[in-house]
């Protein structure tokens, strides 16, 4: 049920940015929208001073539970909440530091108007920031505990109010400020929610005083190495647009900016379902049993399977009509979005088919050598990136992007997972490579209908679209579904029906 919501929320976030944001574009224009991307890159980069504490929450409540251990987990929940507390106080601090050198940040390619509106923009995500931290233990508390219904109808609901409040204010004048403004209000609603939730039904009590300072060296030892992948995953995914920007101004950085949304929504697909097993990955881990890499191992293929069934039709389907769907979608102008899309969401399929990985490697306390070589990766990005950018682009910022993950997502954490973790990596790629039949005849199909059709006008985009879809659900069924998974697969959809 909670992997169910997740994909409904992200379906309705979907269909809902998919109308929201041409509109928004065309009402604040190229520069603007770019500009808006450019700041959000920036200010993003504050969640780091969470120093990967979030994360970690689910591992030691998880066993404070098992040892039902009710004192515990208040004086933890008190001890986390001191912690973000005190970094949500540094991040707001760093936060206006950064406002007051916005102009020396951003560099020369701006107008003084530009500038002036970046500033604007800087503030409200600040503030933004500032009201997430002290939202990261309870929100934890509420995941730790499994409450994925509420949180994910929540998800909907916040993603329904955003459009229905940011419009009115773009159309009054109010542009990317709208934006952030409506932004920040609906996390405000939202938190008050989440704090009122765990307090009222799932009793989230705070320990303010006796808090266990070896837990918390503990915690903060484990959580270093999540804050590098945090500093990794800045790098990869905003630091491009940054770098865009100094060179090229805001325009590029708007083009840019279509295909990393796009991006993200193909990254969330995957999260979705491997977030629903983190704390069933933590409880296999804390329970310890003998056969437990058995267990882990099928539990990564089973995740792995399903998320590939999902991403790799969403992929084939950005490969045939991707560059179309931009077109209607942002305008004409931003299809030079479509190669930089191919370049960044196809070397990533690998890591998100496998990105349960990342919670047993945590539940296990093993995540160092990812840590550490995911940042040496992410450096050889940036510097690839500055080198690139100034021949090929925006483009050449996502090939460097692609490189990174190419040498250290795939080649090198694959080789970890079979030597360290101990996880079946031959085994997964054998399940894997059962979607190889799927995969040619979904390509063959796909370039056939697309030659055939047109699908730069909206009819033939629907009917390319529509044919493709339904050749790959048929040739899923009958060439990759195992027994069990067609099985599995009409149980639920009987219940669903009842």
């Not at 909670?2 to 992200?10: A, D």
């Not at 009917?463 to 579904?481: G, K, R």
Request: no cysteine; aromatic share 14%; glycine share 6%.
């Amino acid at each position: 049920m909670g992997t169910l919501l997740s994909y409904t929320s992200m379906i309705v976030g979907y269909v809902i940015q998919i109308g929201y944001t041409p509109i928004m574009i065309r009402i604040i224009g190229q520069s603007q929208y770019g500009l808006y991307n450019l700041t959000n890159s920036i200010v993003s980069y504050l969640s780091l001073f969470s120093l990967g504490f979030g994360p970690a929450y689910i591992r030691f409540y998880m066993r404070h539970r098992m040892q039902n251990d009710e004192t515990a987990i208040k004086r933890m929940n008190g001890m986390f909440m001191s912690v973000f507390l005190l970094l949500g106080m540094i991040a707001t601090l760093a936060g206006i530091i950064l406002v007051s050198k916005s102009d020396f940040v951003l560099g020369s390619k701006f107008s003084k108007s530009e500038l002036a509106l970046a500033k604007k923009l800087m503030i409200l995500m600040v503030a933004n920031i500032a009201i997430s931290f002290p939202l990261i233990p309870v929100v934890s508390y509420i995941q730790a505990n499994e409450r994925f219904i509420f949180q994910n109808s929540l998800t909907i609901v916040r993603q329904i109010m955003n459009p229905f409040l940011a419009l009115p204010l773009l159309y009054a004048g109010y542009g990317s400020l709208g934006m952030i403004l409506a932004t920040t209000v609906i996390s405000m609603i939202v938190g008050l929610f989440q704090i009122y939730y765990a307090i009222t039904k799932l009793r989230f009590r705070l320990l303010w005083s006796k808090h266990d300072f070896v837990e918390l060296k503990e915690v903060a030892i484990f959580s270093s190495f999540l804050f590098l992948n945090a500093i990794t995953d800045q790098i990869n995914w905003n630091v491009d647009k940054f770098i865009i920007g100094r060179y090229y101004g805001a325009v590029p950085v708007a083009i840019y900016g279509i295909a990393a949304q796009l991006n993200n929504y193909y990254l969330s697909f995957s999260t979705a379902i491997s977030n629903v097993y983190i704390p069933r990955i933590n409880r296999i881990v804390a329970e310890s049993k003998v056969d437990m890499n058995h267990h882990l191992t099928d539990l990564f293929i089973k995740i792995g399977r399903v998320q590939f069934m999902v991403i790799l039709f969403i992929l084939l389907e950005i490969i045939f009509i991707g560059r179309p769907f931009i077109g209607f979608w942002a305008g004409k102008d931003y299809y030079n979005a479509y190669p930089i899309l191919l370049v960044l969401i196809i070397p990533v399929t690998v890591p998100l088919i496998q990105n349960a990985g990342i919670a047993i490697q945590q539940a296990k306390n093993m995540h160092i050598f990812r840590s550490v070589l995911y940042i040496a990766i992410a450096l050889l990005n940036a510097l690839l990136s500055v080198v690139l950018v100034q021949k090929y682009g925006a483009l050449g910022t996502a090939f460097a992007t692609a490189l990174a993950i190419v040498i250290g997502n795939i080649i090198l954490m694959n080789w970890y997972y079979q030597k360290h973790i101990g996880l079946d990596i031959v085994k997964f790629w054998s399940s894997i490579a059962t979607f190889i039949p799927l995969i040619i005849i979904t390509v063959i199909f796909g370039w056939v209908t697309i030659s055939l059709i047109d699908s730069y006008t909206i009819i033939g985009f629907i009917i390319d679209a529509t044919l493709i879809a339904i050749v790959y659900s048929i040739s899923l069924w009958f060439t990759v579904f195992t027994t069990e998974e067609r099985y599995l697969f009409m149980r639920k959809l009987n219940k669903g029906r009842k």
